[in-house]
Each structure stands twice: as C-alpha cells, then as structure tokens.
C-alpha cells in the first residue's frame, strides 16, 4: 500500500482559506481527497489523476482547487470561501492507478490518518 500523510488542517473563520498537504510514496497515480463528519458517510470532494486531470465534487466547486507536484510526491487542497459546513476530517486516497474512478471511498485503498478542519461563523 501506499504511504499517505496529511498536513496543514486547522481553525479558519468563515470566508478564510486554508490549503492541505498530502505526501505520498509512489509514483504517479491518482489522488483524491475526501473528508467526513461523525455520523456522516465519507465524502468524495476532489481528485488528481497521473497527467494533472482534475474533478470535484458538486459542494467544493469553485472554491477548492486540488494540485499535485510530482516531484515532491505531495498532492495539494486550496481551500477558499470556506464556510462552517465545511468543517470535518479532510482525508487523502489513493489507489495504483493513473486514472481516478469515481470519488467514492470504497474504490481507493490507500488512507492517510486525517486532519481536521475547523471554520467557525
């Protein structure tokens, strides 16, 4: 499996932004974030595939931009306009694949530990 580690969760007020890292071993497969509430089932917001080809989810459209630097196999989410119903665990996945499927969790079987984000009103 693939090594995930994220980074750069905290507390932002509504409005601010934030931006998460997310280090990888491995090469150049795809990369997805998604992020999860208690009681919530994991949501899908964004993925990366191997070229640079990107999707997201309908709730993150226009404020989150997902990036990838290939030579510092770390993956990136730029969060802005964010608002409070974005707080939650923001997790990075992958899977061995150059391609991304569909940002559900059940097709990526590799986890980072998770880092939450906070964003009061």
């Known amino acids: 499996q693939v090594q995930l580690v994220e980074s750069g969760g905290g507390s932002v007020q509504s409005g601010g932004s934030l931006r998460l890292s997310c280090a990888a071993s491995?090469?150049?497969?795809?990369r997805a974030w998604f992020r999860q509430v208690p009681g919530k089932e994991r949501e899908g917001i964004a993925a990366?595939?191997?070229?640079?080809?990107?999707y997201y989810g309908d709730s993150v459209k226009g404020r989150f931009t997902i990036s990838r630097d290939n030579a510092k196999m770390t993956t990136y989410l730029q969060m802005t306009s964010l608002e409070p119903e974005d707080t939650a665990m923001y997790y990075c996945?992958?899977?061995?694949?150059?391609?991304?499927?569909?940002?559900?969790?059940?097709?990526?079987?590799?986890w980072g530990q998770g880092t939450q984000v906070t964003v009061s009103s």
């Open positions: 491995g090469y150049n497969y795809c």
């Open positions: 996945a992958t899977l061995k694949a150059f391609f991304c499927p569909v940002l559900r969790p059940s097709y990526y079987n590799s």
């Open positions: 990366i595939e191997g070229d640079g080809s990107t």
